[in-house]
């Protein structure tokens, strides 16, 4: 699958991590994990047939797409959680090669955190990507994965978070998730107060994060809000378009949106 590319020019300084070379710049992660396992309630009745990430965006299932932009990423293995419809998910994902899939069945429900502490032992001790299975995004002039390997740096961080500002977030009409400072680290927004980024779907972690986790279901947000508190955790403000795909009529917009960015960004690159 040929990348998906737009040039997005930025509305603000980019607070990205960093005045010194992060240790292990520009370093290949080779695992991540894929959040999978959701029901989907709001894709309704699109969802009553499959999971989420299989709902196709223009043609090819979002899982899919992540997973083709994770192998082209370096990610040699990834780690899929599974619960709603599960079986449906691994059969369609049971024969891909490249990256590897390793399943991570749920019997229920473990929300994200709780997900991702299950799959820690096939995670390794390095650290991984997280992706929601259902995220929708166009790179900007760097692919988005790749400038979150570069920006990691485990001296400082814990977890690194893709940020996409939300004015720019097609579909989007929340308060926003985080503030970002000059050096990259989040604080959460200000209640009853908006801010400037929302969380884009992807990132990275250190196992080292997981430490000390609850049992069972939990959100990832208990995780973030620590080490925020310790100042570990970062942001990497996006360069590309977002796109929230929350409901069948959000779906649609969003394709027809792809289609016009896409269409035109082609135009460009042929000269037309």
């Not at 599974?82 to 998910?89: F, I, P, Q, R, V």
């Not at 590897?100 to 229920?108: G, K």
């Amino acid at each position: 699958m040929t990348p998906l590319t737009c040039t997005a020019a930025p509305t603000e300084t980019d607070p990205a991590p960093g005045a010194r070379p992060a240790a292990r710049a520009g370093a290949t992660i080779r695992t991540a994990m894929v959040l999978a396992a959701g029901r989907g309630e709001r894709m309704r009745p699109l969802t009553e047939e499959r999971p989420k990430p299989m709902i196709p965006v223009n043609g090819q299932p979002m899982i899919d797409q992540l997973l083709d932009r994770l192998a082209d990423a370096g990610v040699e293995q990834a780690v899929v959680n599974l619960h709603y419809k599960g079986d449906l998910l691994r059969r369609h994902l049971e024969g891909r090669e490249r990256p590897r899939i390793v399943f991570s069945d749920e019997e229920s429900l473990l929300d994200t955190g709780g997900g991702i502490a299950r799959a820690l032992p096939l995670l390794g001790e390095e650290p991984f990507y997280v992706a929601n299975g259902d995220v929708v995004w166009l790179d900007g002039p760097a692919p988005a994965l790749g400038r979150l390997a570069e920006a990691w740096d485990p001296e400082r961080m814990d977890a690194l978070l893709l940020l996409q500002p939300g004015n720019g977030a097609f579909g989007y009409d929340g308060l926003g998730d985080f503030r970002m400072d000059p050096e990259g680290r989040l604080t959460r927004r200000d209640e009853r107060k908006l801010a400037p980024f929302i969380y884009a779907g992807l990132q990275v972690l250190h196992p080292r994060l997981l430490e000390g986790a609850p049992e069972g279901a939990f959100s990832l947000n208990r995780l973030w809000d620590r080490a925020a508190e310790a100042g570990r955790l970062y942001g990497l403000r996006h360069e590309g378009a977002w796109y929230h795909v929350g409901t069948p009529a959000a779906l649609k917009a969003v394709e027809r949106e792809l289609a016009f960015e896409l269409g035109g960004w082609r135009d460009e690159t042929n000269g037309g």
